[in-house]
């Protein structure tokens, strides 16, 4: 039985498709996914990602285990987050997930929500030795997203934090809409946009507030169909297509999330530093689809006969008018400008490596 | 309940058949089919040329899924809907009317009696 998120009877009430998602029932799109996606590139749009999962770790410790735990480097001044992976001992992704940096004691690490219960699991056992406190807040906790390039005028309206100090990967804490929340500059759209965390309680009178706050500037809810089609068009990886346990961060050309420049120790290090320097058989790239229709998850990619790599996920740009894909090709195949095939239903597309991100013009800060 | 409007013939692969006099019949996606396959972002359609009955005419691109059309009997393209090239989702918008993929042409009626009827067709989808 699918969990519904605290604005089900939101998303119903404006008519939205419902699908099952990750262990939740969410709403997949409320008009199409091509005007919503317009809507966020264009202007503002609010989301409901109650689905995502939050962990707090707290203690005299929770910095030195987190390091440990994950990939990147806990090492960021407190109001600041950090994005990281987090690996098993053959360097193999568990999940990625964004880590916010409360005090030097307390972070909160937001994971996806199709990896809930295995993170949980995960994060569990690797406690001993460390003094800390571990909660999983997933199911009492609330995430609207507003995001575009009006999120900030929007997201002003409803909050006497200046929320120009707030940079992109920053954070405070404060009331928002009158209510208790983590306002955090992040996002996986590629525009401006904030994330607030509140209670579960709380959250159908943040929605409403923000409709409502976010009206002159045409905001509308946008459903998970978009959030795919954004995240896309920037060439940010989805766990579980992009990514998973069989892939590294440096396949994944997420280097830049592991602390192998430090000292410190973090599970999957010793494959990941060999990994680095022997350079992989095998990195993830962007494709442009050259001719009409797009290759998906699971397509083949070819060289002639040969076959170079596999599609991990292909979508029509909205922005752009063509089809992209994220893919994984072995090796020389990965440099920009080669041309490959992808084999869809039986036919040839060509495509063409490029450079990230696809969509060039977001208002990201 | 889908919308199936009585004067149409439909094909098992959810295409509805319109007969335009002189041999001329317009072709789309039903409202079952288009309902089912979700969003759609892009038509591919090779042309004006011919095709034996069943033969891929071209394809859908929605937003999760891809399917192709197909000939309903042997026939010629002569026309494809223009207007989906920039708005493909009028094939969910209005499936019978201005989301039409293609007006055909045949020689031979019998292909054309031999699709299924309203009634047919709705009892094959199972509504």
């Known amino acids: ?365 | 309940m889908s919308d199936i409007p009585e004067k149409l013939r439909y094909t098992e692969t959810h295409e509805w058949v319109k007969d335009l006099g002189n041999g001329e019949y317009m072709m789309g996606l039903t409202f079952y089919a288009q309902d089912q396959m979700g969003e759609i972002v892009m038509v591919e359609c090779p042309g004006i040329q011919d095709f034996n009955s069943g033969d891929i005419l071209g394809s859908l691109e929605a937003v999760k899924t891809a399917e192709d059309f197909y000939a309903p009997f042997n026939c010629k393209i002569v026309r494809i809907n223009e207007d989906l090239e920039d708005e493909p989702a009028l094939i969910n918008e209005d499936p019978f009317g201005r989301g039409w993929l293609a007006v055909i042409k045949t020689d031979d009626p019998s292909g054309y009696d031999g699709l299924k009827s309203a009634e047919e067709y709705s009892d094959f989808i199972g509504e």
Not at chain 1, 17 to 30: D, H, L, Q, T, V
């Open chain 1, 1 to 365: 039985m699918d969990k519904k998120t605290a604005l089900y009877d939101k998303h119903i009430n404006l008519g939205a498709r419902m699908e099952s998602f990750a262990g939740y029932i969410m709403p997949i799109k409320y008009t199409t996914v091509k005007e919503e996606h317009n809507t966020v590139r264009n202007g503002v749009g609010v989301f409901d990602l109650s689905h995502m999962g939050e962990f707090r770790v707290k203690g005299k410790d929770a910095s030195r285990f987190l390091d440990y735990l994950l990939t990147n480097d806990s090492a960021v001044k407190p109001g600041k987050a950090y994005y990281s992976t987090m690996c098993y001992p053959d360097g193999g992704i568990v999940d990625d997930l964004i880590v916010y940096k409360i005090s030097e004691n307390e972070y909160l690490m937001i994971v996806n929500a199709s990896n809930i219960e295995k993170d949980w699991a995960w994060v569990n056992n690797h406690t001993d030795g460390y003094s800390i406190d571990l909660t999983n807040e997933s199911d009492e906790t609330a995430l609207v997203a507003i995001q575009g390039p009006d999120a900030e005028k929007v997201t002003q309206k409803l909050t006497d934090e200046n929320l120009q100090e707030i940079e992109y990967y920053a954070h405070i804490s404060g009331l928002f809409a009158g209510k208790q929340a983590l306002i955090a500059r992040t996002g996986y759209t590629g525009e401006d946009g904030f994330e607030i965390y509140v209670k579960f309680e709380d959250a159908e009178a943040v929605w409403d507030a923000v409709m409502e706050a976010g009206r002159e500037f045409g905001i509308k809810p946008i459903g998970l169909g978009a959030r795919d089609t954004l995240r896309l068009e920037v060439g940010y990886l989805l766990y579980g297509n992009d990514m998973d346990h069989t892939t590294t961060p440096i396949e994944a050309k997420l280097g830049w999330v592991v602390k192998l420049k430090t000292d410190k120790e973090f599970i999957g290090r010793e494959v990941m530093a060999r990994q680095k320097q022997e350079k992989p058989t095998r990195y993830i790239v962007g494709l442009e689809v050259l001719g009409k229709g797009f290759p998906r998850h699971g397509a083949e990619l070819y060289e002639g006969n040969r076959k170079v790599g596999i599609v991990t996920s292909g979508s029509l740009a909205p922005a752009l008018g063509h089809g992209v894909c994220l893919a994984f090709v072995e090796k020389g195949y990965h440099k920009k400008g080669t041309e490959l095939e992808a084999e869809v239903r039986g036919k040839r597309i060509p495509v063409k490596t490029v450079k990230l991100p696809f969509y060039k013009d977001g208002s990201r800060k």
